[in-house]
């Protein structure tokens, strides 16, 4: 009897087949850009026939999915396999904005990133293919384009979070061109409202999506653009989470930042359903 028991439980063992932890780079193809977008996709211990929940990553201005990793959120891999989630790191160039720009034709973010790359993605990797499953997050220039993303595609992503974003193009003044959003979107006389964040507040209402801002308050350039919009979505009864902390516009402000607002993204996941 003992012998059938021990039996039964081998093969059950092996029947579970268990693929290691995986950081895979790949070039991941935009038609819509015509080009090769590197990007990087850390996934926990992947089981076979069981599918995981995913987070789309971007980073910030002058940034890079292997700098992410490496010195953004040192600990993503171990993040991984503590909420058992699919990260995905693109590379969003160096000043792209998550747009679609309507003056370059190969920096075009916003649909490679919200359709196109969440398509391949759901194709090639063992992902839940349902909104409630799937988050995007960034900071600074990658909060900006979480937002903007998110807010338009309401039915790919549930949760969207923002670490000291640079939410407020009209507040950034001489920084507007410093950090070259006027190469993507044009001279900030002629901008289109489309892409100014406060212009997309009410799209929250109906969204059905979970929306967390964080900022330090030592800094200077993006403090008082989060606190507007904070206050804006308050004011219009829309529920989100806003959290502010010391700290300064860097990455030893927001790699804690992240790191702690990927725990709020799984505790969302797994609990908190609209």
């Given at each position: 009897?003992?012998?059938?028991i021990?039996s039964?439980i081998t093969?059950?063992v092996?029947?579970?087949?268990?693929?290691?932890q995986?950081?895979?780079s790949?070039?991941?193809?935009?038609?819509?850009?015509n080009?090769?977008?590197e990007?990087?996709?850390?996934?926990?211990?992947?089981?076979?026939g069981k599918?995981?929940?995913?987070?789309?990553?971007?980073?910030?201005?002058s940034?890079?999915?292997?700098r992410?990793y490496?010195?953004?959120?040192?600990?993503?891999?171990?993040?991984?396999?503590?909420?058992n989630?699919?990260?995905?790191?693109?590379n969003?160039?160096y000043?792209?904005?998550?747009?679609?720009?309507?003056?370059?034709?190969?920096?075009?973010?916003?649909t490679?990133i919200?359709?196109?790359?969440v398509?391949?993605?759901?194709?090639h990797y063992?992902?839940?293919?349902?909104k409630?499953?799937r988050?995007?997050l960034?900071?600074?220039?990658?909060?900006?384009?979480a937002?903007?993303i998110?807010?338009?595609?309401?039915?790919?992503f549930?949760?969207?979070?923002?670490?000291?974003?640079?939410?407020?193009?009209?507040?950034f003044?001489?920084?507007?061109?410093?950090?070259?959003v006027?190469?993507?979107?044009?001279?900030f006389?002629k901008?289109?409202?489309q892409?100014?964040?406060?212009n997309?507040?009410?799209?929250?209402?109906t969204?059905?999506?979970?929306?967390i801002?964080?900022?330090?308050?030592?800094?200077?350039?993006?403090?008082?653009m989060?606190?507007?919009?904070h206050n804006?979505?308050?004011e219009?009864?829309?529920?989100?989470?806003?959290?502010?902390?010391?700290?300064?516009h860097?990455?030893?402000?927001?790699?804690?930042?992240?790191?702690?607002?990927?725990?709020?993204?799984?505790n969302?996941?797994?609990y908190?359903?609209?």
């Amino acid at each position: 009897m003992k012998t059938t028991i021990l039996s039964v439980i081998t093969l059950l063992v092996s029947s579970i087949t268990l693929y290691a932890q995986q950081l895979i780079s790949e070039k991941v193809y935009s038609p819509k850009m015509n080009k090769e977008i590197e990007t990087i996709i850390i996934t926990p211990t992947l089981e076979q026939g069981k599918s995981y929940k995913s987070v789309y990553i971007l980073h910030g201005y002058s940034g890079n999915p292997t700098r992410t990793y490496q010195q953004d959120i040192p600990n993503l891999k171990q993040k991984a396999v503590e909420n058992n989630t699919i990260y995905i790191l693109a590379n969003g160039n160096y000043n792209s904005w998550y747009v679609d720009s309507p003056i370059k034709s190969d920096s075009q973010y916003q649909t490679f990133i919200g359709e196109e790359l969440v398509s391949y993605i759901d194709a090639h990797y063992p992902t839940i293919k349902d909104k409630n499953s799937r988050g995007i997050l960034g900071w600074s220039m990658g909060g900006y384009g979480a937002i903007h993303i998110g807010t338009h595609y309401p039915k790919t992503f549930s949760i969207i979070g923002s670490s000291c974003g640079a939410l407020d193009f009209i507040q950034f003044g001489t920084a507007y061109n410093e950090y070259q959003v006027d190469q993507v979107l044009g001279d900030f006389s002629k901008l289109n409202k489309q892409y100014l964040t406060n212009n997309t507040i009410d799209i929250f209402k109906t969204s059905q999506q979970m929306l967390i801002l964080d900022c330090g308050t030592e800094d200077d350039q993006m403090i008082e653009m989060n606190r507007k919009f904070h206050n804006l979505l308050t004011e219009r009864r829309i529920p989100h989470l806003y959290l502010e902390s010391l700290g300064d516009h860097t990455p030893a402000y927001w790699s804690k930042s992240l790191s702690h607002q990927l725990s709020l993204f799984e505790n969302y996941f797994t609990y908190d359903r609209l």
